[in-house]
């Protein structure tokens, strides 16, 4: 990454560089690099043989990638958020996205990752680790929340690396981390009920220190909860983050006619 008025951290450790490339698939595919900055990864990118697309803001940047000797390579100098917003973003059912996101976009990111809109295949990508941890938390964790539900919906994953501020120039405060995705065929979720079941696991978590029958009574009358809970035996006295993905989606199964 880099930082600027964005945020961002140029990388420089190169081995960190090499673990992302192991962790390209064997199957062919075309790369979407989101934010290339000076080209380091690109580079890397490009000597697979595989198409490259990378998609840089920063125009200082412009005169470094253009001269970047691969004919695989493509630029597209826009923002990434803007490209997803009006549905040009390059990517097709087997293209891999890979990139060091910078913080202010990382959430924006994966709402359109994590959606019914967008194509993809596989996803590695640098995040802040506090977003990874988020991301790849399990049941009963603190971290696992609405984002980790998200993620499980529409994506397998996992917590590749843990990178410290030493690896980047400038230095950041915070520890990094790469992490690993791969959209699932078919999301747990039909699109036709997302909003909601978007509505339903934000109740679910809206007062995470409550437990689950408190949360769940802003949707059903009490007794119905109870029915529904003791029917899919959950206990009442569990809280939002002790209940398990698959828990969840039967639930809402349960619930869907109240939402």
Same mark, same amino acid.
């Given at each position: ?112 990752? %994590? *959606? !019914?809109?967008? @194509?993809?295949?596989? /996803? ?8 990874? =941890?988020?991301?790849? $938390? ?58 909601? %079941? *978007? !509505?339903?696991? @934000?109740?679910?978590? /809206? ?8 949360? =769940?009574?802003?949707? $059903? ?21 002790n209940l398990t993905i698959t828990q969840y989606v039967r639930l809402f199964d349960e619930f869907i006619n109240y939402l």
């Open positions: 990454m880099r930082r600027n008025n964005r945020g961002q951290h140029i990388l420089i450790e190169k081995n960190i560089f090499q673990n992302i490339i192991e962790l390209l698939p064997t199957k062919y595919s075309e790369i979407i690099e989101i934010g290339p900055g000076p080209g380091n990864l690109t580079e890397l990118l490009c000597k697979t043989g595989r198409p490259v697309i990378a998609i840089e803001i920063d125009k200082k940047y412009k005169k470094r990638l253009d001269n970047l000797p691969y004919p695989n390579l493509s630029i597209i100098y826009e923002d990434v958020l803007r490209l997803l917003k009006n549905n040009r973003f390059p990517s097709k059912e087997n293209s891999i996205i890979a990139g060091n996101l910078p913080y202010y976009i990382t959430k924006e990111i994966f709402r359109w990752l %994590f *959606s !019914y809109s967008v @194509k993809w295949y596989q /996803a590695i990508l640098m995040v802040q680790k506090e977003v990874a =941890l988020r991301l790849m $938390a399990k049941p009963g964790n603190r971290d696992y929340g609405i984002l980790t539900i998200f993620r499980e919906i529409f994506a397998a994953g996992k917590m590749i690396k843990i990178i410290k501020p030493q690896a980047f120039r400038p230095q950041p405060r915070v520890d990094s981390a790469i992490i690993w995705l791969e959209k699932r065929e078919k999301p747990l979720i039909e699109e036709k009920n997302i909003k909601k %079941f *978007s !509505y339903f696991i @934000k109740t679910a978590f /809206a007062e995470r220190r409550k437990i689950i029958l408190n949360n =769940l009574v802003k949707i $059903a009358n009490k007794d119905e909860v109870l029915k529904i809970l003791e029917k899919n035996d959950i206990d009442i006295l569990k809280r939002p983050e």
